[in-house]
């Protein structure tokens, strides 16, 4: 009869963690998210009256406050939550078009975080 090698705990147990120590590339994931998110602010800011505009983000966790176009404000938020980034705490916006494209303005009535 064969005799079955017995597993090394050791051995198992950098399998497990090897991924880990070596880097798994979470931080070149984290910036090819960020990019793709940057390049499609970029790509969908023109716009010719405020309306044209919408403010995504929210108080809450891997989010701030950016100016979109409305009519990519969907795939913008989507694009915004799968980005390795922290939470944010200041002002809230408004979105207006200044200048040919959507940009951020101010509200001094509220903002996250705030008491």
């Known amino acids: 009869m064969e005799k ?5 705990r050791r051995r198992v147990v950098w ?3 090897a991924p880990a120590v070596s880097g798994s590339g979470d931080d070149d994931s984290c910036e090819a ?3 793709a998110y940057e390049d499609f602010l ?10 044209d505009c919408a403010v995504i983000g929210d108080c809450g966790p891997n989010s701030d406050f950016a100016p979109v176009r409305a009519d990519a404000e ?3 938020r989507a694009l ?6 922290d939470t944010y705490d200041g002002p809230m916006y408004r979105p207006v078009c200044t200048a040919g494209e959507c940009a ?3 509200r001094s009535d509220t903002c996250c975080g705030c008491p």
């Open 33 to 35: 998210r960020e990019q």
């Open 42 to 51: 970029a790509a969908h800011a023109a716009c010719e009256i405020d309306e």
């Open 4 to 8: 079955i090698p017995s597993f090394d």
């Open 15 to 17: 399998l497990v963690l």
């Open 80 to 85: 915004q939550v799968d980005r390795c980034s």
């Open 104 to 106: 951020l303005e101010t």
């Open 74 to 76: 969907e795939e913008a």
